[in-house]
């Protein structure tokens, strides 16, 4: 850390917190008034910028800049920013792993020192996206019953009331109760995890017989045994020892079985030491589906993933600086707030914020506990992992102010859903969003973090809440020691960035300000194909009846009259069904959106509990999931008492990770994709994620809707869409009395009850002391140890990319382009999933035909997602997408006219068959290119394809620089051109001459073989993106650095 020649040391200071001396740059000291009229997330721009000024990466005049941000932020001015951290999941992470192998290589090859490449500040890596939801409910199709996966009776016992349990007995009347046993035992759980699907049991000796006494049963030691009990001796705990001992049923430690401790029968025979049991559904008295799916389902995905495992492993021993979270353990935005984030660094006595980058754009989530950080791409997140600043436009910042009280029925989802609309409307791309406002005082920290988790949602690059008394709360309530809290709020005070929500003189100046009025936000869901077309539960019934008849696009699917009755019948499970328009085939519980918010998450669970007490259902062809973000959602469902309600309702637990919010949904039950594709329905998928756009979900769900956890189950229950709440009842009761949404829906105030009892932080102390400790699995791989990374090279899913293979240590500088082709010719809003897909491979692909000819079947073909190590499979994949609009070919896919022929192939045998005839290509595109996630791929594909330039009438923030980090050229056509406006079919050849005198924001002519000529912007929006340019990329700019 800096000392006195520091060109800001006037601004050191010391804080004595807890008799403990702290460091920290006082930017009160630098007795500026405009200090403190900035926003909050701009002074943490600012502190960045004084304590890494070195007049070199980050200069004294960036530090003036950013405190004029009033002048400034509206007129294009760049500054650096030295984020504190990085994190990554492993579908960016691997290639990012690989690029650092990669260039360890290309630094000895160039004679340098490959050490030198190593992550310098912290990267932590959370393995969360490779799982899949191969196995659910609705495909344990073996079972007899919906609940049970394995053979025996379904049962008619109340899952609640202890039945009799006979141990040692085959066809056993097993009781969902630790308390009765025939033979003389006790049953316990000795070793259960919660992100693991067995449980190993071994017996109690009738010694530990169960009490139900109130005191804390301390035993002789002077340690309660109960993990979580703090209690003394004797000492009543009445808030504490219910929700803690309960518990019991999941620690290591010894279980004393308090009453009601546990639905699974524990079944471990006498003799019979290491025999696993398997929890019971407590309704079947058979196997729980959900112990069946997740266990499956891990086994799958170590089985596809095992070489990427490995190298990841390999890369968490040879790179300094870089945590792995091991598969299994949660989903990376979750694992970060509950876990990771720091809030304040305390590096060697020195306090400075936390802030960061990720490689996913949703690490804007963290935004909620006050740290500022936003998604990048895999190659700047690497720049940042090599010591480099970021380079960004000094943002506008949009004061969102929340004010106003949320209707009871209402959610937080709702909420982000209704914000997001709002903020797309007023567009606030490239922007920052900062929330004030006195609702923000009332808005949970879990709520705010939902609400910054859709930030790429409404395109803002962050939407961030200061730091105030919920957040210090917050970060005591997830187990954050004391010493560590009582820093960090010492810090925030003396440094201003910390504030009081309800009180308007702390609020800083903002560029434009907007508001919500909490009272007005409505039940909502979004959809059918995008995270902003809010619809209001009360017209989805309509808005789908529209959506099919309206022609195709973002609300339509032009299904002629004569088909919008279609039904197909089909039989599951022996039983005849129908499939119609509308009707949900998929609801998951999903995404850390929510499932890192306890009280929708909670919600969710009380509404499965009064459906099923009210004699409600989801039918069992409808593939319903829950995948939690952490293992502390199964300890407070669990322990809150509605695990087996959502079970009973299909909502087991498959997996820890992103499943379907990442469209790893896996397949639907044969008899349903059948249906789906014989009649060409619109089945919908629900789902409590962030993004629907068409074929993410499933390729077969073409609506997909966003909603609440509490939506997806009340829609799993209705099993349609297409219902209006108020008026269309769900079912009937045993009475034969309908039931209506209304009747089951808990009130805010009875989940606030259910989480304030259960939310403790010993849950997050349980999960989050052994999180890096991995499973069996896991530890059980062996990885190389080497310097330099062993490739394989029979490995399919592990390979040394290209990039480096013929580089040199000088500069090549600016590259041209000469009578290219369009290898494209691309219409509004292509994402980059339709760039670089993230789904499953199919069998008629170019990735495929590459695979098959390394001896794969499809079943071993895994993702694009899981295949990003290597770059064969990705350059094959890239605009491999199904839904991809290509105006030079007729029918969506990925395919394209191969212009000199005229023939219509596969858009990489086009751009290797351009290659072979040593022709350039580009990309002609509409609006938004490259909005959706943050994806390298969608900038190294089109790079191995050929592609020099993409022309495009606007770029996604995030594609953008990463199009210049490949050393492609980003150009963007003058405001009111359009390849139409202009008379560009895409069969003709562009030349662009790029001069040596290229500066930020010029503009460039475009030649067209026609004779046509028109000028466009060159997006090289700072001088180091020229720099990375010459170079032929950010990362051969850093090696040429390294040497
Ligand atoms: S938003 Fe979805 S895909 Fe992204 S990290 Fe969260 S769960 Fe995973």
């Excluded at 393995?127 to 394995?150: E, F, K, M, Y």
């Excluded at 919500?516 to 409505?522: F, G, N």
Aim: net charge neutral; proline share 6%; glycine share 8%.
């Amino acid at each position: 850390m800096p000392g006195e020649s520091h060109p800001y040391s006037e601004c050191i200071d010391r804080l004595q917190v807890n008799g403990k001396d702290y460091n920290f740059y006082n930017l009160t000291k630098l007795q500026d008034s405009r200090y403190e009229k900035l926003p909050y997330s701009v002074r943490v721009l600012l502190e960045s910028a004084v304590r890494n000024c070195d007049n070199f990466l980050v200069q004294v005049e960036d530090v003036k800049k950013i405190l004029d941000w009033e002048l400034n932020q509206s007129n294009s001015t760049e500054v650096p920013f030295k984020p504190s951290r990085v994190i990554l999941q492993d579908f960016t992470g691997v290639p990012a792993v690989v690029d650092f192998a990669a260039m360890r290589d290309a630094v000895k090859n160039l004679g340098g020192d490959p050490e030198k490449i190593n992550p310098v500040c912290p990267a932590d890596l959370v393995i969360d996206h490779s799982v899949q939801v191969d196995v659910a409910r609705s495909l344990l199709s073996s079972a007899p019953n919906p609940g049970g996966g394995r053979s025996g009776k379904a049962s008619s016992v109340s899952p609640f009331k202890p039945q009799t349990f006979t141990a040692g007995n085959s066809s056993p009347k097993l009781a969902p109760s630790y308390n009765n046993s025939s033979n003389g035992h006790q049953w316990r759980q000795s070793s259960i995890d919660p992100t693991q699907s067995r449980i190993r049991l071994r017996p109690h000796s009738k010694r530990s017989r169960p009490t139900k006494s109130p005191l804390c049963e301390r035993n002789s030691s002077s340690k309660c045994e109960k993990q979580f009990c703090n209690s003394s001796v004797g000492q009543t705990a009445p808030e504490l020892i219910p929700a803690v001992h309960n518990l019991s049923r999941f620690p290591r430690a010894p279980c004393k079985g308090a009453a009601g401790c546990c639905r699974e029968a524990c079944c471990r025979l006498p003799g019979n030491e290491n025999k696993v049991c398997d929890p019971l559904c407590p309704f079947h008295m058979k196997i729980s589906v959900g112990a069946e799916a997740l266990e499956q389902n891990q086994n799958m995905e170590f089985e596809r993933n095992k070489e990427r495992f490995n190298f990841l492993k390999w890369g968490a021993k040879a790179l300094k600086n870089m945590l792995i979270v091991p598969p299994g353990s949660g989903i990376v935005h979750q694992v970060n707030l509950e876990y990771l984030a720091r809030l304040v660094f305390c590096d060697d006595g020195w306090l400075y914020p936390d802030s960061l980058v990720g490689t996913d754009s949703h690490t804007t989530m963290i935004n909620g506990l006050g740290v500022v950080g936003w998604g990048v791409g895999g190659i700047e997140a690497e720049a940042v992992m090599l010591g480099q600043a970021i380079s960004m436009v000094l943002p506008e910042v949009i004061g969102y102010r929340i004010h106003g009280v949320l209707d009871p029925k209402t959610t937080s989802t709702d909420v982000v859903l209704t914000i997001t609309k709002h903020l797309r409307q007023i567009g606030v791309v490239g922007k920052f969003v900062e929330f004030f406002g006195p609702g923000v005082a009332d808005l949970s920290l879990a709520d705010r973090a939902t609400i910054s988790n859709m930030c790429p949602e409404y395109g803002a690059t962050v939407g961030y809440f200061p730091p105030d008394a919920a957040t210090i709360s917050y970060l005591t309530q997830t187990g954050r020691s004391t010493d560590r809290v009582a820093y960090i709020e010492a810090y925030l005070k003396a440094n201003r960035l910390y504030r009081d929500f309800t009180d308007a003189s702390e609020d800083p100046v903002f560029s434009k300000i907007v508001e919500l009025d909490l009272s007005t936000v409505v039940a909502c869901c979004s959809g059918p194909k995008r995270p902003h077309d809010k619809v209001p539960v009360s017209d989805m019934m309509a808005d789908f009846k529209s959506c099919l008849n309206n022609k195709v696009g973002f609300k339509g699917f032009a299904i002629p009259a004569d088909k919008q009755s279609t039904v197909l019948p089909f039989v599951y499970e022996g039983q005849e069904y129908t499939l119609t328009h509308g009707d949900v085939v998929i609801a998951a519980i999903t995404s850390c959106t929510n499932t890192s918010n306890p009280s929708v998450m909670l919600g969710a669970g009380l509404l499965a509990k009064n459906a099923v007490e009210n004699g409600l259902g989801v039918k069992p062809y409808i593939k319903t999931s829950l995948s939690p973000g952490s293992g502390v959602v199964t300890y407070y469902l669990n322990e809150s008492g509605v695990t087996p309600y959502m079970e009973k309702l299909g909502f087991d637990i498959v997996g820890y990770g992103c499943m379907t919010c990442i469209g790893n949904s896996g397949p639907l039950p044969e008899p349903v994709s059948e249906a789906i594709e014989k009649g060409d329905l619109v089945t919908c998928g629900v789902l409590s994620g962030n993004r629907n756009f068409e074929g993410r979900i499933h390729p077969l769900t073409r609506a997909n809707y966003l909603a609440s956890p509490l939506l997806v189950v009340a829609y799993a229950l209705a099993g349609t869409v297409s219902i209006d709440f108020e008026t269309m009842p769900l079912g009937n009761n045993a009475e034969g009395k309908p039931v209506y949404l209304r009747d089951i829906w808990p009130t805010r105030a009875e989940i606030q009850e259910v989480e304030k009892r259960v939310i403790v932080p010993a849950l997050y102390n349980k999960v989050y002391g052994s999180i890096t400790d991995g499973n069996e699995k896991w530890n059980s791989l062996a990885a190389p140890t080497s310097q330099l990374y062993p490739w394989d090279s029979e490995s399919t899913y592990i390979k040394s990319p290209p990039f480096f293979h013929n580089m040199t240590r000088e500069v090549p500088g600016y590259r041209q382009v000469e009578n290219a082709f369009a290898l494209l010719n691309l219409g509004d809003s292509v994402t980059t999933d339709h760039i670089s897909p993230a789904g499953s491979i199919a069998r008629t692909s170019a990735a495929a035909r590459y695979l098959a000819g390394r001896g794969l079947t499809p079943k071993d073909f895994n993702s694009y997602g899981a295949r990003r190590g290597n770059d064969d499979v990705m350059a094959r994949g890239t605009f491999a997408n199904i839904r991809l609009v290509n105006k030079l070919v007729s029918r969506a896919g990925p395919r394209t006219l191969h212009i000199p022929s005229g023939e219509e192939m596969d858009v990489f045998d086009a751009a290797d068959r351009y290659k072979s005839e040593d022709h350039q290509v580009i990309i002609l595109a509409g609006k938004e290119y490259g909005s959706g996630s943050s994806r390298d791929w969608a900038a190294k594909g089109p790079y191995l394809l050929g592609v020099r330039a993409v022309i495009a009438e606007s770029y996604e923030r995030i594609h953008r620089s990463n199009l210049v980090g490949m050393g492609l050229i980003p150009l963007q056509y003058q405001r009111g051109d359009t390849a139409e406006s202009l008379g560009l079919t895409g069969k003709e050849k562009f030349t662009i001459t790029v001069p040596s005198d290229l500066s930020t924001g010029q503009l460039l002519t475009v030649k067209v073989s026609t004779g046509k000529e028109f000028q466009a912007l060159a997006r090289f929006d700072t001088e180091v993106e020229l720099e990375y340019f010459k170079n032929g990329g950010i990362l051969n700019y850093m090696i040429r650095k390294m040497l």
